[in-house]
């Protein structure tokens, strides 16, 4: 039903589509977010080392994303996406 709604009604989809959520900011974790959406630490490593980056320091941006994946733009300025077995599910 949201889903309906937000296509019918533009104005409403800010409403039932959330933002992304940066997690990862110039290299440094948003230990706040994180907690927010329950990601451990340990999670976060996982799905940057799934996307080829073992060190946050390389990550200028790391966000979920509304459908529960995690984009990763890296400093040298290449951009990293998931595959779809790479989501991690909002529950």
Do not use: Y
């Not at 490593?45 to 996307?51: A, I, K, N, S, Y």
């Not at 733009?73 to 998931?82: L, Q």
């Amino acid at each position: 039903m949201p889903d309906w709604l937000a296509f019918r009604f533009p104005a409403f989809q800010r409403f039932v589509t959330p933002k992304r959520l940066p997690l990862v900011v110039d290299g440094r974790l948003c230990w706040r977010n994180m907690r927010r959406e329950m990601i451990t630490h340990s999670e976060l490593m996982t799905q940057l080392r799934l996307q080829g980056i073992d060190d946050p320091a390389l990550v200028r941006l790391a966000s979920l994303e509304s459908d529960g994946s995690i984009s990763v733009i890296r400093c040298d300025g290449k951009e990293t996406a998931p595959g779809p077995e790479d989501r991690r599910e909002l529950v």
